[in-house]
């Protein structure tokens, strides 16, 4: 697969490259150009009076056209602009990467738009929803600072492994319910499969916590007051129905704090409260506030134990800066701190997210184990031990020792060297015929070779992934399922073939074509489409044939008595033209 990179796109780590895929913009049928089109007609017209005052300007800056579905490769040479990029890619992505896109300025875009037949809503991302609700709002510099500072942070909030089951059965659901054709039992099994995880995920994680955060601001955000707030998350500004209904009375409106990220949300059901914040910079507050609580910031037995739990690649800094990744597979305690941790299988040793020459994977590929602490009876930790100290210790290169650690852990062994960082503080201690124990039972014998031995007082974080991106293969994601592609009956082909000729006559490229014939094809052989009459009503009435108009506005009227349900998208898609109409008028 490739795709057109930037300097931007350029700094992207070779895993996160995995999930892009080529937009193949002749891909969009002129059907998939018109709902693009009615949907930003009808937003634009009403979400310039309920939206931030960002979403309109963004729209302009970020070269979004109303009248064209969004090309990547244009997009991005106007959002570099403001220090973005965008990407396509396939559907719903793992979270963890979705939030690291964002750490590096990066908008990730569901390339593939809704059904005509979904045109108000869709569970399924799509280019509607990322390219016309999240682009606009990120020229906003402040809410652009806060979308890159989340994904900073989130995409080291550690997760469980039942948030990746419910990921997959989302991403799943999605996928069938846009799709033409899936029947209603399939929908209906996915949806319950959901509910039953939601209701047995145990103690939420921080993925999870942090994931409601970005809801409730990201996708379904409000600004301002209570009393009368404004619309700038992307699930409301992309849906043409919640736009609207969330200004009702009907949806609760809640000050937006920290609360949120304890309060979880229904993908497949409208939301029944919203939470406005007064500004953009108080959401990076609740942001700061957040991960103040999180593994990362707190560290300590909780972040171990949320590795251990995880069971996925994660990382642990202890207080000399020295940092284990891996998948941590136990943690010996005393007294509510860690005293001795172990990973299993591949693991690398780093110090300020560079991996330390001589620790890679390769070189730990059983796993690694260390003491954390401060030796029994002594009070000064070995980590602030000068080299005089480390001498008055025995703590020194050619020196047979014994060290005794808080919690019962001993190494006993003959030290062959020490490695510093920068500061000059001891990380790691290397022995040869060493052996580890926790009271009775031994942790490392001497025939399993050299025992490195991490330094560190405390455990200062604890977060998901590994310090330094280089020192695991990351190329691993597998997608459990794909979007799937309409296919196309015969009929289908012919009325696209009607909606781009009436496209080309619109746009200038082909006005020898008879709108009254496409019309008379379309009330004849495809009598419950409603979104090409309404494109011919707009050209009728923007050349005053007000007889061609009112022929189709009957013809219209007619439609919705047939399909009561596409009766307000109908009267919508009127509104639009004929207000257009007397605003030209007033002009």
Known sequence: MSFESNTILDKLPTHLKQYIKPQNYEDYSAIDQAVWRYVMRKNVDYLSTVAHKSYVEGLNKTGISIDHIPNMYGMNRILKEIGWAAVAVDGFIPPAAFMEFQAYNVLVIASDIRQLEHIEYTPAPDIIHEGAGHAPIIANPEYAEYLRRFGEIGSKAISSAKDYELYEAVRYLSIIKEAAGTPLVDIEKAEKHIEELQLNMGEPSEMALIRNLHWWTVEYGLIGTVEEPKIYGAGLLSSIGESAWCMTDEVKKIPYSIEAAHTSFDITKPQPQLFVTPDFAFLSQVLEEFANTMSLRKGGLMGVTKLINAKELGTVELSTGIQISGIFSNVISNDGKPVYLQTHGETALSSREKELVGHSRQDHGDGFGSPIGKLKGINLAIEDMSPRDLKAYNIYEGETISLEFEGDIKVKGDIITGTRNLMGKIILITFRNCTVSHGKEVLFKPESGLYHMAVGERVISAFNGPADLSSFNLVTHEVSSETIKPIKSEARKKLEQYYKQIRDYREGSNTTISRNKVFKEIREKYPNDWLLPI????????????????????????????????????????????GQLNNLIKK
């Open 535 to 578: 494109e011919l009503y707009e050209l009728a009435k923007n050349n005053n044939d007000h007889g061609f108009a009112q022929q189709i506005h009957t013809h219209l009227e007619t439609v919705k008595l047939n399909n009561p349900k596409v009766g307000h998208l109908i009267d919508d898609g009127i509104s639009v033209v004929d």
